[in-house]
């Protein structure tokens, strides 16, 4: 692979989306200006994105929402955003990205739905939402977990794992096909990853 090719697909869909065409409400201005590269590369015929096991602590029918922070809470903010794509790089539109975390505790709420919610994309396959940044719990490193469903139809189940994490080495779990690209600004974090589906 050479960094000096003419642009992918997905570099160019990056393009679209670091010029802020999401239309981002309340946060700093400054923290969705980061550049973040995809995640990884998509190049026609790629694999599609690990699956990994749901665990034990999903929830169906979660809220449809993207603003999954609480009142008080304490964590750093992560807007985590990213394209849902085909394993030919084309964008997935309308399809159902289901997001659930641990608390800032590392505990997750079985019984309301806190830290769990869902959005579809959009026309251009893109998904954002708006949440904290878990905290580890015992025998983990931090993640979030994700499904992408269409129509009841599950496509995808895995999870996704913070760069730089100490306990990243210590989970049986962790994959680096799965780490997020991350930007730092103050409190709150950006975060990036492109879920490639099994579809052409
Ligand atoms: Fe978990």
């Known amino acids: 692979m050479s960094t000096h090719s003419t642009p992918s697909r997905r570099q160019l869909l990056h393009g679209a989306l670091a010029a802020g ?5 309340g946060y700093p201005d400054a ?13 026609d015929g790629d694999p599609p994105t690990e699956p990994q096991t749901e665990g034990p602590f999903y929830k169906p029918r979660s809220p ?6 609480e009142p008080g809470a304490k964590a750093r903010l992560v807007e985590l955003s990213g394209y ?19 608390d800032e505790h590392g505990d997750y709420d079985n019984r309301t739905f806190r830290y769990r919610g869902h959005i579809l ?11 904290i940044e878990p905290a580890l719990y015992p025998g983990r490193t931090r993640h979030y977990h994700a499904k992408v469903l269409a129509t009841g139809r599950q496509l995808l189940t895995t999870q996704l794992y ?7 080495a210590r989970d049986g ?11 730092n600004s103050g409190e709150a974090m950006s975060a990036r990853f492109d879920f490639v589906l099994d579809l052409r």
Not at 173 to 183: D, H, P, T, W, Y
């Open 121 to 131: 994309t959009d026309a251009a396959g893109r998904y954002r939402f708006r949440t």
């Open 162 to 168: 913070f760069p730089d994490e100490p306990m990243n």
């Open 173 to 183: 779990f962790f994959s680096r096909e799965l780490l997020m690209r991350v930007a």
């Open 64 to 69: 449809a929402r993207a603003d999954l922070t």
């Open 21 to 25: 065409s999401l239309g981002l409400t």
């Open 84 to 102: 849902v794509l085909t394993r030919s790089c084309r964008p997935v539109p309308r399809v159902l990205v289901d997001l659930w975390h641990a």
């Open 31 to 43: 923290t969705f200006a980061q550049e973040l590269a995809p995640t990884p590369q998509c190049h």
